[in-house]
């Protein structure tokens, strides 16, 4: 299969006399049409990685290619092209003052003609489902909605990869749900190579390989049901135990045992008041 | 801040809104030239008709009008005093003490004053009440483009104000947010001396400004991965169209120009 994306021996400082850079000779292919996700834990430079694969950072050692273009200062915008990028915060990538100027904000900077505009942000808005939001201001609208609008700029722009930097992270789940869902239908239809920077276990089991980056190193590389074999690991490896498995952890940690039957949140609730009114 | 009328916005469909935002604002301006411009009854009747006419035209009710003086109230008060005790002999004098005279001169004068604030304080009111603040900043960069042969970089400014303008309620969302979080903790806003009250607004600002520059710097970093290098180099997705109801509005505001350039005292 055809190489997207190439990573050769990436390094990244954020300050040049840093003895621990955040990434560590990289190296890694993406091929066209697959899904990757990249997991690891708060700080392992997931981000920072997939910043630098947009040229949103200047690293100095190492190569990067997309679809064939080194990423040089001098092709940063030609690689932008071919990327669209998904961040993580809703509210902090919607630039335009309505649904539909925030789905041109990109068309804009293209310099693409008005007449051509129209038609493209009005499918590009029909296509994730918020035509009858179009005029809708941000504030009127949920994380789950502006991250679709967001999407739906890159659909608008149409590029070869999209990478979602952590972008279903602020959502409520049913959100994350729709959200993925639509990733997964827009990657169909739009022949799109999807990189996803997570620490959701759904997320990354979508997935066709997963990424496993600590301290800044590749650690880690197999298809997701193989890591996923790994149990209590996935904790190291970065990702979210479910959140009442998290809840018991700490509670063991506190030199408590909580009941090993208790399932969901309500009934965890309900233990915990019970225990609580007995001491 | 809730009774503040002035500066508002009021989504109702009428003519007046659906007015294009430049024709709005050119006449806004040009309409206190108006006010000053009449200087007796005759005059002030056609401003006031025209004035009344935009209004029962944008179908606002008078009463969001009055609100809108409201807050004002004072600054018109004050005037209107100042101008009915120091203003110069003339006519008929009512009272004289030291400095102060009351003159009947003085005292069509204030009334004229008075008549002025309440004009142009409508108008104004008016004009943001039927115009979204997003139109009002493209009608404002569009009225600003031939500041550009001065190397003014308008549309930088306009992009500038137009996010400023959508992220204004992300930033009181915000703001309410850690309130609430600081009233949990403890901390009383509005109470207490004037001194107080400032300080208890710290544990306010200092998290605001973290999370805005917070905020700054990612938008930066989307707006640069969606592809923007300079606001010169950019096609518009929002246009403004001159129409003929804009031609039409004109037309009317030169005509009530004009008869008061012909009824005004010279």
């Given at each position: 299969m055809e190489n997207i994306i190439e990573v050769k021996h990436l390094t990244y400082r954020y300050q040049a006399d840093d003895p621990r850079p955040a990434l560590n000779d990289v190296s890694f292919t993406v091929h066209a049409g697959e899904w990757l996700a990249i997991v690891g834990h708060n700080g392992s430079g997931k981000s920072t990685l997939a910043k630098s694969l947009d040229g949103l950072l200047p690293f100095t050692t190492g190569e990067i290619t997309v679809g064939g273009i080194q990423l040089t200062p001098e092709t940063v915008w030609q690689v932008r092209e071919k990327i669209g990028m998904i961040f993580?915060?809703?509210?902090?990538?919607?630039?335009?003052?309505t649904v539909e100027d925030d789905v041109a904000f990109g068309l804009e900077n293209r310099q693409m003609p008005r007449t051509e505009m129209l038609p493209r942000v009005k499918a590009a808005i029909a296509r994730v489902g918020m035509s009858e939001f179009a005029?809708?201001?941000?504030?009127?609208?949920s994380g789950g909605q502006k991250q679709r609008v967001a999407l739906a700029g890159i659909v608008a722009i149409a590029p070869d990869v999209l990478i979602l930097d952590e972008a279903t992270s602020m959502l409520d789940p049913q959100g994350r749900r729709e959200m993925l869902a639509l990733v997964r239908e827009l990657r169909q239809t739009q022949h799109l190579t999807v990189i996803s920077i997570t620490h959701d276990i759904d997320e990354a089991t979508i997935a066709d390989r997963v990424l496993v980056i600590d301290d800044g190193q590749l650690v880690d590389e197999a298809a997701p049901a193989t890591i996923f074999a790994q149990g209590e690991r996935l904790v190291e490896l970065g990702l979210d135990l479910p959140f009442t498995e998290k809840l018991k952890a700490a509670l063991r940690q506190r030199g408590i045992e909580p009941p090993a039957d208790y399932q969901g949140a309500a009934e965890m609730e309900e233990w915990l008041w019970q225990s609580l009114s007995n001491t | 801040m809730s009774n503040f009328i002035f500066g508002r916005y009021l989504p109702l469909n009428s003519v007046v809104h659906r007015l294009d935002p430049r024709a709005k604002l050119l006449l806004s301006f040009c309409y206190i030239g108006l006010v000053f411009m009449a200087n007796n009854p005759v005059s002030y009747l056609i401003i006031i008709a025209f004035t009344l006419g935009a209004i029962l035209a944008s179908k606002i009710s008078l009463g969001f009008f009055l609100k809108g003086i409201r807050p004002l109230i004072w600054l018109i008060v004050f005037t209107v005093v100042l101008q009915l005790l120091f203003s110069?002999?003339?006519?008929?004098?009512y009272f004289h003490w030291a400095f102060v005279n009351i003159t009947q001169f003085g005292l069509v004068n204030s009334g004229y004053i008075f008549i002025r604030f309440l004009l142009i304080i409508m108008m104004s009111t008016l004009l943001t009440l039927s115009t979204q603040p997003l139109d009002i900043a493209t009608g404002l960069a569009s009225l600003m483009k031939p500041l550009r042969w001065v190397r003014v970089p308008v549309d930088t400014l306009a992009m500038m104000l137009s996010i400023a303008l959508r992220f204004v309620p992300t930033l009181m969302d915000e703001a309410n947010k850690i309130m609430n979080a600081q009233r949990a903790r403890g901390v009383d806003f509005g109470e207490g001396g004037l001194l107080k009250q400032a300080k208890s607004l710290i544990p306010l600002m200092v998290p605001l400004f973290m999370s805005a520059f917070n905020r700054a710097e990612d938008l930066s970093t989307a707006m640069e991965a969606r592809g923007y290098q300079d606001s010169e180099h950019r096609s518009q997705y929002r246009i403004l169209t001159w129409q003929r109801r804009d031609t039409i509005t004109w037309i009317i505001f030169v005509v009530a120009f004009a008869a008061i350039l012909a009824t005004r005292r010279w």
């Open positions: 993580q915060n809703p509210d902090n990538q919607f630039v335009g003052a005029q809708r201001e941000p504030s009127s609208l | 110069p002999v003339g006519g008929h004098v």
